[in-house]
Every structure is written in structure tokens, then in C-alpha cells.
């Protein structure tokens, strides 16, 4: 086992662990700090929980990658292709689920704009020449 790569590819999957970690944090912090908030913000459990499995999957790989690069000595192919092909398989994961999330966002940004767009039809024209109390 080379230390120097060792080294190198650890530090590489340990700096994605952290933004990971640091990214789901603030995800959460985020959603539990505007959860109550009457649709001023456009996030949603949904969107939470998307980032978060985004996140998790996203540590999985990083530690596959470390495991299968400076541990792992396959004997037969069948088990590299296994291993590397569900890897493969998570890393399609990590560019499926940010398309659902963009979903969600913009579907909630459509909500809102309906929201606002019936809020200004309820509310009175400004411009609306008003009735004088005697007419």
C-alpha cells in the first residue's frame, strides 16, 4: 500500500465527507429555523429529505471510493464489477436526485406565484377612481 496515495485519496474523500456533513447541517438548521414561516421561504420536508439522501449517498460513495482504491484486492471480476458497478449505480443517484429537488423548487415557486397573483386580484386597485360619499 502507497501512503502518499493513501493520503491523497483521504484527504480528497474526507473533504467531500465534511461538505456532506456540513450541507445536510445546514439543510436541517435551515428547515427547522423556517418550518412554522407562512410561505416566505421555499423549502418543504420533501426538499429536506432529498438533500438529505443526497448527502448520505453522497458519504457512501466517498467512502466506497476510499475502500475500493486502498483496501479492496478482488479475486474475481464479478465481485469488482459488483462492487464498482453500485458505486456507479450511487453516483447516478447523486444526479438524479438534485433534478428532483429542482422539481419540488420549482413547484413551490409556482404555488407562491399563484398565491401572490391571487393576493394582488383580492386586494383593490389603487388606481380605482373611488366614489365620492355623496354620489
Known sequence: MNWKNLTLSGIFCFSFILMALY???SE???YWK???ATGENLTSLKK???RLLTCMI??????????????LKFSHP???L???GICSALVFFLFVFPLLDIRETTR????????????MEKSKNPYEVKKHYLN
Not at 108 to 119: N, S, Y
Request: charged share 20%.
Open 28 to 30: 436541517l438548521l435551515y
Open 82 to 84: 459488483t462492487y464498482w
Open 58 to 71: 453522497l458519504i457512501t460513495v466517498m467512502v466506497m471510493i476510499f475502500t475500493g482504491v486502498n483496501f
Open 34 to 36: 423556517f418550518r412554522n
Open 78 to 80: 464479478q465481485g469488482f
Open 108 to 119: 413551490l415557486f409556482m404555488e407562491r406565484k399563484k398565491t401572490i397573483i391571487k393576493d
Open 48 to 50: 429536506v429529505r432529498l
Open 23 to 25: 450541507v445536510a447541517g
